[in-house]
């Protein structure tokens, strides 16, 4: 379990050998694929520590969901957008848990932000 | 970490976002006790260590609006609220979980211990359609961005 910190810019990082043996061996997650998200994950979800969490098999990417990336979740209530802290190994070395900030904004109202940044200055 | 036994009775709990219908409801309860149950251990209401079959749900604090709840449920039309005395009469045990003190485990099974196999799915169902049941009928969700609420 990541505990949660001050700081929210902290992420656990995980090595890059570690990231490639995780990648060749978990296939994307039907679901994720089929919602076209990058992780299938519960937003209800809360663990010890206020994070969200899933494992790393519902990813349809790994190399997508590495600790420190901002990612979009999907799960049957909606989609949302969270940034990874870590993957905990504690219960399996083959299927992480990742550990994730929900953050607190909607997909959609990033999208119109960043449209509104696109349009330069007349 | 558990922080105590669980809510008073008459707290109001968000127990979920309600998904396209009650059945998807009631799926996504028993899939969450089970994804739970194979990660996490703790003192069960009992004092023995079990495996935590356990759904997150979040208590309203008296006087605040289902909104400050709710807002991170806005792709959700309905959502199922129920006081924690109701869950205790289904007889589904509770826990305090976490640093949130706003948050809890509902616990659709208790008892079992960490090294026990997983329950099959279809036995999670169960206590989740008992869980929904006791909340009654879904609720409109105040804080949706969709519009009507259909």
């Known amino acids: 379990m990541a505990e949660r910190r001050a700081n929210p810019w902290y992420v656990r990082e995980v090595d890059d050998a570690i990231v490639e043996r995780l990648a060749t061996a978990i296939s994307p997650h039907p679901r994720a694929v089929e919602m076209g998200v990058d992780l299938v994950g519960d ?64 997909p959609d109202a990033v999208r119109r932000a960043l449209a509104r940044s696109r349009a330069p200055a007349a | 970490m558990v922080r105590s036994v669980g809510p008073p009775d008459d707290a109001t709990l968000v127990i979920r976002a309600v998904p396209g219908s009650i059945e998807d409801a009631v799926v996504d309860i028993a899939e969450d006790a089970l994804e739970s149950a194979a990660i996490y251990e703790v003192d069960g209401p009992g004092g023995a260590r079990v495996a935590l079959y356990g759904v997150s749900v979040f208590a ?91």
């Open chain 1, 43 to 106: 937003p209800h979800r809360e663990d010890d520590d206020g994070y969200n969490w899933t494992r790393l098999r519902y990813a349809r990417n790994v190399a997508d969901v590495r600790p420190g990336s901002v990612v979009v979740m999907g799960s049957r209530v909606g989609t949302y957008l969270a940034k990874v802290v870590a993957w905990d190994f504690e219960v399996s070395d083959d299927d992480p848990i990742i550990t994730l900030d929900l953050l607190p904004v909607t």
């Open chain 2, 60 to 150: 309203r604090p008296p006087g605040t609006s289902p909104v400050e709840v709710l807002r991170r449920f806005s792709s959700s039309a309905y959502y199922l609220e129920v006081s924690a005395g109701e869950v205790r009469a289904a007889d589904l045990a509770m826990l305090a979980t976490g640093v949130n003190p706003d948050h809890f485990d509902v616990l659709l099974v208790d008892g079992r211990r960490p090294d026990d196999p997983l329950l099959p799915l279809a036995e999670l169902r169960a206590a989740a359609a008992r869980l929904v049941a006791v909340c009654g009928d879904p609720r409109p969700n105040p804080a949706y961005a969709g519009g009507s609420h259909g």
